[in-house]
């Protein structure tokens, strides 16, 4: 794998996607994109890539969406046997490289690990920790999974939308949802 010196690891590493594959014969390999929209990706640099606990960086010299997925070719690597080399090697980036957002807008990343809580006879209620989020073309929606805190283990899936979603505090890193636990 490419740079031969290994580095030290990324301050705050954030996971943006995944080397899927290769793309051709002349070192271009797929990418699955974390970031919205998905060709995105290919604006941070350098990529952070970690194999067997050793994390170095790669340069992507070019790249495009490709139909409904993202190409990159990594510089120095120019055949397909190179490229294989760097297939399912997830990519991240230093958390500084992403932009600010708006008080009122957030990244997915910040939303996980959240507890969230809900309403029930006027009482507040634990429904779980927010373990992903999912992209359903309509809105996104929050998977939530219940946790020693909550009524029961049971996996939520609640709509991220300004109706059900009252607040977030992520300094007390909690969520408040207009949403039934029993729902």
């Avoid at 980036?93 to 600010?100: D, I």
């Avoid at 997915?108 to 507890?115: D, P, V």
Wanted: proline share 5%; charged share 25%.
């Amino acid at each position: 794998m490419r740079p031969a010196n290994p580095q030290a690891a990324p301050k705050q590493p954030l996971k943006i996607g995944r080397i899927a594959g290769v793309y051709g014969i002349k070192g271009w390999v797929k990418i699955e994109s974390s970031t919205a929209p998905a060709g995105n990706i290919l604006n941070y640099r350098p990529w952070w890539l970690c194999e067997a606990g050793v994390w170095r960086t790669v340069a992507h010299d070019a790249g495009r969406v490709q139909g409904q997925q993202v190409v990159a070719h990594l510089a120095g690597v120019d055949d397909r046997d190179q490229a294989r080399r760097y297939c399912r090697l997830d990519i991240h980036v230093e958390l500084a490289q992403l932009p600010a957002l708006p008080d009122d807008e957030y990244y997915w990343h910040e939303l996980i690990g959240l507890a969230v809580y809900g309403r029930a006879d006027g009482c507040r209620v634990r429904l779980g920790t927010v373990t992903s989020l999912l992209e359903t073309g309509a809105n996104d929606v929050l998977v939530v999974r219940g946790d020693d805190q909550s009524r029961d283990r049971a996996e939520r899936l609640i709509p991220y939308v300004n109706q059900v979603v009252l607040a977030i505090d992520r300094a007390a890193g909690t969520l408040d949802v207009d949403w039934d636990p029993d729902y």
